[in-house]
Nanobody
Framework: QVQLVESGGGLVQAGGSLRLSCVAS????????MAWYRQAPGKQRELVAS???????DYADSVKGRFTISRDSAQNTVYLQMDSLKSEDTAVYYC????????????????WGQGTLVTVSS
């Protein structure tokens, strides 16, 4: 069984920075895309940023230029550096990964972390 554990959330003032981390553990052959999602109170979960195994990134328009996603494939870890935080960034942030458990036969699992709360005070 594969688990994702996030850390790094907390309370920060507007304009400040936080760095989220997410570590995958368990039976892992490789990890394909990794991503960060967030869900604000009363809103649907939305994609914040994603990164392929090759390092290609994609961002929601609302965070472009402020957030940076990166990964350390050797450590099965993905990061989200969040700068110039705004009150509207307040949400629970979830890590997501497509984990290949075995190559032959090909078995994969889409895994979610438990979430970490980010609160930005104005």
């Amino acid at each position: 069984q594969v688990q994702l554990v996030e850390s790094g959330g907390g309370l920060v003032q507007a304009g400040g920075s936080l760095r989220l981390s997410c570590v995958a553990s368990g039976t892992i052959f490789s990890i394909h895309p990794m991503a960060w999602y967030r869900q604000a109170p009363g809103k649907q979960r939305e994609l914040v940023a994603s990164i392929t195994r090759g390092g290609m990134t994609d961002y929601a328009d609302s965070v472009k230029g402020r957030f940076t996603i990166s990964r350390d494939s050797a450590q099965n870890t993905v990061y989200l550096q969040m700068d110039s935080l705004k009150s509207e960034d307040t949400a629970v942030y979830y890590c997501n990964a497509e984990v290949v458990i075995t190559a032959t036969p090909y078995r994969y699992q889409v895994v979610w972390g438990q979430g970490t709360l980010v609160t930005v005070s104005s």
